[in-house]
């Protein structure tokens, strides 16, 4: 018979399986799906095969990281379908979490912990990677599973994931630049929010790296640049001319994914979130999702 200690350490594992999906997924959404999916297969088992799993957050844990190998074939195929550019869904500082408001209350269980592991640089990095090696290197580089665990979860041998999980690392180690310091970063998003908010397009293209890559995410449901902005002075101009089309739009210091980004909102509600890739004391990368259905924890 399932105790209430046995209910009780089963839903404990329910903030891991969030934590898990979300970096596997790049979507709050889906991983929401996931842990339900998963956690109705646990309950689908009878009580004695239930009371025959040794482990029931390693159970857990392996079907959910199933559910989002399978998901992640899928998605690939969707995202092609997907109007504009797709970025990860982009999450609000734990103060922020569910409500949308700062300060406001939060199921602990519902967190994802925010950490490097989930910078909006670190997921869109992920994205380039193939479902098994994504699922490789997450469990293993950030969940510090052994690869014979992880080589029953993906279906390959421990020395085939651990080739996945090296090529994976070395994809990352590749595509990210030197990030500056949290703090460094803040100073230099609230620069480019300063100048921005002046429509000061000499100091915007002095905050912006050369090489410079502004992506919109609209998702096919509002007005977004389809294409990337590439370079300090067209980056520029595109973010000057928006404000003299749209009246009205107020820029908030936020944290997203756990770094320094901004929260953009007109009349009153929140439009559009940017995230940052910082190098330095230049702004290399510019994530903004304005798709609203990815902008959920973001809205009251």
Known sequence: MTTEDDLGAIMGERRQLINLAYRLLGSLADAEDVVQETYARWYSLSREQQAAIDSPGGWLTTVAS???????????ARRERY???????????????IT???GGAVDPADRVTLDESVS??????????????RVAFVLHDVFRYPFAEVAEIVGRTPVACRQLASSARRRVRDSQAPAAPPAGSAEVVRHFKEAWEANDLR??????????????DGGGLVTARLDPVEGAEPVARYLVDLTSRVA???????TVNGQPGLAVQHEG?????MAFGVAGDRIRHIWAVRNPEKLRPWTT
């Open 100 to 102: 949308g408001r700062p």
């Open 248 to 254: 009205g739009l107020t820029l908030l210091e936020r």
């Open 203 to 216: 100091a915007l293209i002095g905050l912006l790296d050369p090489d410079a890559l502004a992506t919109a």
């Open 83 to 97: 109007v504009g550019e797709w970025i990860p869904e982009p999450l609000p500082d734990r103060t922020e979490w």
């Open 120 to 133: 909006m640089a670190f997921l869109v990095v992920l994205e380039a990677m193939t479902p098994a090696e």
């Open 269 to 273: 509600l929140v439009v559009a979130v």
């Open 66 to 76: 199933r559910v989002c190998l399978d998901l992640l074939g899928s998605a690939r």
